[in-house]
């Protein structure tokens, strides 16, 4: 039985092709064809057109102006010595720290500072937002910080009137010192 096929079939290293005229199954023996693909060629390079030229014209030096003399200042002596700046006292140090059972603690619990000292108070406690508040004994509000986030420090001046103030936490009430200032 004879029948024609339009497929190409593979065989070996050759492709052998059928329905184009071959007979599968006995006739006229298959056509091989080489598996390599066809070589292409590359298409002819386009010339370019020739780029003018145009000369670039050198920029003229400029001249360098002569300096004109000047007369030269002398230093006149002062009658007086300047100031000189007073330092600023060093800033106490009031640390928040970690208490479980009051929320908070401040540290140390009693601070003494000079009257409008720097105080530098740090939130060390790694879990709750914490404040310093100053009031006091009659509980005026006498100063303090804003809100501290976990490590974060804050630089409030002390009361200018000396006595002894409250230290609290808007946050938790049960946080409490004494800042004694003379």
């Known amino acids: 039985m004879r029948t024609k096929l339009g497929a190409a079939v593979l065989v070996g290293a050759s492709l052998l092709l059928s329905g184009c005229g071959a007979v599968v199954g006995g006739g006229s023996p298959p056509i091989s064809v080489p598996t390599s693909a066809p070589q292409t060629m590359a298409p002819p390079p386009i010339p370019s057109a020739p780029v003018p030229t145009t000369p670039t014209p050198t920029p003229e030096p400029t001249p360098t102006p002569e300096p004109t003399p000047s007369a030269t200042p002398t230093a006149t002596p002062s009658a007086s010595p ?9 800033a ?3 640390s928040i720290v970690n208490d479980t059972v009051k929320d908070g603690a401040y540290d140390p619990a009693t601070l003494t500072v000079a009257a409008g000292q720097p105080i530098q108070v740090t939130n060390n406690d790694p879990f709750l937002q914490h404040d310093a508040k100053f009031r006091t004994a009659g509980g005026a509000d006498a100063g303090g910080t804003a809100i501290l986030q976990p490590g974060v420090t804050e630089t409030v001046e002390a009361p200018a009137t000396a006595g002894s103030y409250e230290v609290f936490c808007t946050l938790h009430r049960r946080m409490a010192g004494t800042l004694v200032v003379q």
Do not use: F, G
């Open 82 to 90: 300047s100031p000189t700046a007073t330092p600023s006292p060093q």
């Open 92 to 94: 106490a140090v009031l």
